[in-house]
């Protein structure tokens, strides 16, 4: 059974910091491109980060580019994403997805996870 697992949610304040956590398993991960999506309420799910299965591209929105890092550790099956300088738009809930390959819209995504929350407090 594929899982994808967040974790690393919560509430902090604008111009914090948080951290989420991808662990994956059911299947070899290490060929896949991984990456971020998030949803805010009332808005359509959309993308916000990706990183190609060696971990040598990464791809970003525009919205988060320069603030946010994504990156994997294919030894631990786990990818992650890094969140600097938090604004209370970033308030959404983010899923952790792989990818078909590109590009990286939700139609490329065959597993996401079950999303966790992030709440940016002005």
């Known amino acids: 059974q594929v899982q994808l697992v967040e974790s690393g949610g919560g509430l902090v304040q604008a111009g914090g910091s948080l951290r989420l956590s991808c662990i994956a398993s059911g299947r070899d991960f290490s060929r896949y491109d991984m990456g971020w999506f998030r949803q805010a309420p009332g808005k359509e799910r959309e993308f916000v980060a990706a990183?190609?299965?060696?971990?040598?591209?990464?791809d970003y929105s525009a919205s988060v580019k320069g603030r946010f890092a994504i990156d994997r550790d294919i030894t631990k099956n786990t990818v992650y994403l890094q969140m600097n300088s938090l604004k209370p738009e970033d308030t959404a809930v983010y899923y952790c997805?792989?990818?078909?390959?590109?590009?990286?819209?939700?139609?490329?995504?065959?597993?996401w996870g079950q999303g966790t929350q992030v709440t940016v407090s002005s």
């Open positions: 997805t792989s990818f078909r390959g590109p590009p990286y819209n939700p139609t490329s995504v065959d597993y």
């Open positions: 990183v190609t299965w060696s971990g040598g591209k990464t």
